[in-house]
């Protein structure tokens, strides 16, 4: 640089002062930091006096601006100075000559002047600098003479043979192409200086030994910056807490250093990667002085670190230093197992959710931290500013792109593994949604949400700054993002988006017949996912092959019905007994899982298929239902070629006593107990009149002879007497098991007697001996029943209808109870009992006004089966009811409306 000569008429020099060497600017300019006085510390630009080093290039200021060049040797007389001074203690005289702008003096290397290296002569001996010969010749300047000479005659520097064009930098000022730049690169590190600092998380460096001059955003991190005017430059009026602090504690330890920077992404122009120096890492550094926060987006560009940052600034926050001086965190603490568990995946719901059975048999949905499942693209608001309406019949899982994917990624890496959950964090209850546990999930050591993430099949959720609550993994789950954004996978992609067209034929039951129902009869086997579980014998199957959903009914077997909760309106239904054991059974083998089928035919009104289903591991699931005790075999499966599998696993279950078949007892026909008079070879009619006050679901009835009327209603009365002059204290009685009791029915609030057939939570369930009818009642609904009342046996006799048996079918059975219940409760009737077995009467019924045979009838209408009875009294009778039944199949009424459900209907398969 060009300057008056600090010789002549210069002003006296100032004393000696010390400082550290901060920036070298040219070969005979560097600026040097003093000692901190309660602020930023002072610093001081100096010029050597008497030399000119060579010019270096400087950056052009706009695109237009002319480029400038090094004058030769330039860099190198920088490069000297830098290598020797830069960060180190120095001792330095000032001196100002009169019209000068600048400072001029002499810098020792070392803690005095008489015992440092003078730098003047250094870089005069070493040939990169011209000396000022037009002064007074002061001992100085004839010094400096004399080195000069000495270096010309050893050609040394500036003064070598070597030519002068191979000292001049080629500088590269702008990257045209960044992303390409970095590519080039590849993640490696690349030398560099540093050369300006912006702020503590911004510098300008040249790459080395292209000398590429960029601006870097150091990753993972973000400092206070200074504040822009309208001309786009510093604002010195603004002083933004802390960033002169943290621009000053990088330039301390940074600048005109050597390092090594990665390259890793881009921002804008800028470039954002890691500087990696051997006194540490900067940013964690800034991170755990309080001067710098974390910012997930940068982060997650990082190969490596990401961890040791987020740590460095938990120790600033607990600290609260600078930046984290108010901060109060909304972090979450875990303890026990709720936070800290491992279990096996049953299901999987739409790409951010699970649901986990621990070891001590608790199901809990398990959602993932910190990522979201893909999501509806948005539609255009309609005119009154909101979103259009859904189409009907609208399947998130098939009809939003990429959800399929994201469902089905997991559940084939999942379902029925074991995995780790570490509880991160509670999402509370939110408008239409409830609270969410959002777990880290791994299995094998690999996360899960990284995987699907990885893959493009969930996005990351971005969180505020100051937001803790999230996935203690969440700088991978970004890093992962990246790499997909980058890949253009999954929800990233631009185009091949998934449009899977599904044949609803769940709703849709018309096609199933004549489209689908012949190819799988054909097909020996069918591959299919069973996306849902309704009962132990009725799943939902999805048929990839034919992108169709389907109501699925397992043959050969009936199973009993589970418990269905209320939705829409529509109240809970108990389930029957084992019903839900055998939902459960079902759910733990093939919820979710990969399945064969071969499908035999449909049900009767065509809504739903009936076939053979088996495991992954083979086992066919009828047999295994039947086997566990959970279902029985159906007559339908005679003709089947399982059917001798069938009828062995009952017959296991039905030694073992297990669970439906817990109180079976083996009748042997052969030995069945009739009443004496019931031996005989004619038939006695002896006809009572009666009243039905109760018909169960299994054809059972009860009755009240119509000449113990009078005395009923005697007896009713005197006890409702007795109750109401001695009401009974709530909760004095503790009902029994067989006891018989006073109940008070919930119909009308009025006392009956009662016998007690069970006990469970406080409830009780009874039978009321002169109606016949049940139900369940709490514990202060009952009394003691006093001893007047005791004496009188019951007036309901259970009977049950003589030679009718209910049809096979659920539905059918419904059917024909109704039918009956319409045609006798409440009315009077003709009953006369026909054959007693295992001392319970079995009667025939007649009309009192046309005396006609009200079982008959019933079978005439194809409601009821005719049970086939031997005996030789009960033969005619028997010819009349298969008459009627054989009218019924040829009308096709009732369960024959389809044919011939003993003989034709064999080969068909029912629940």
Known sequence: MSAPAATANATAPQPIRRGIVKQVLSGDTVIIRGAPKGGPPPEKQITFSNVIAPKLARRPANPDSEETKDEPYAWEAREFLRK???????????????????????????????????????????????????????????????????????GRGKWANSPSSEHIRSIKWTQENPRHFIDQYAGRPVKAIIEHVRDGSTIRAFLLPEFNYITLMISGIRCPGVKLDADGKPDPSVKVPFADEARYFVESRLLQRDVEIRLESVNNSNFVGSILFPLGNIAEALLREGLAKCVDWSMAFMKTGADKLRAAERQAKEKRLRLWKDYQSNAQTFSGKEKDFTGTVVEVYNGDAISVKTQNGTVKKVFLSSIRPPREAGKPAGEDGKQPPRPKNFRPLYDIPWMFEAREFLRKKLINKKVHCNLDYISPARENFPEKYCYTVTIGGTNVAEAIVSKGLATVIRYRQDDDQRSSRYDELLAAETQAIKGSKGVHAKKDIPAHRINDLTVDHSRIKHQYLPSWQRALRTE????????????????????????????GISCPRSSRPATNGIPAQEGEPFGDEALAFTKDRVLQRDVSVHIETTDKAGTCVIGWLWTESGVNLSVALVEEGLAEVHFSAEKSEHFRALKAAEDKAKAARKNIWANYVEQVEEKVEEDKEEKTTERKVNYEAVVITEVTADIHFFAQHTDQGAKLENLMSKLRQEFQSNPPITG??????????????TEDNEWYRAKVEKIQNGNASICYIDYGNKETVPFARLA???????????????YVLALALLPPDNEDKDVAVRAFAQDTLNRNVNLNVEYKLNNVAYASLHDQSTNADIGKNLIADGLLLVEKRRERKLQQLVTEYKEAEQQARKSRQ???????ITEDDATEFGR
Not at 118 to 140: C, F, K, Q, S, W
Not at 894 to 900: F, L, T
Request: charged share 25%.
């Open 894 to 900: 009732g369960i024959w409306e389809y044919g011939d």
């Open 784 to 798: 003691s029943l006093p001893p007047a009342f005791i004496s009188d046996k019951p007036y309901a006799h259970e």
């Open 84 to 154: 020797k001074l830069i960060g180190e203690e120095v001792v330095f005289s000032v001196t100002r000559p009169p019209n000068a702008t600048r400072d001029y003096g002499t810098v020792y290397l070392g803690k005095s002047a008489e015992t440092g290296e003078n730098m003047t002569e250094a870089i005069v001996t070493a040939g990169l600098v011209n000396v000022r010969r037009d002064g007074p010749r002061t001992p100085e300047l004839q010094r400096l003479i004399e080195l000069e000479d000495a270096a010309k005659s050893a």
């Open 528 to 555: 299919g996912i069973v996306e849902f579980v309704a009962s132990g014998s009725r799943t939902r199957l999805y048929i990839p092959k034919d992108s169709c959903l389907v109501t699925f009914l397992l043959a």
């Open 732 to 745: 004095a009685y503790t009902p029994k098991r067989g006891d018989l009791c006073a109940a008070k029915f």
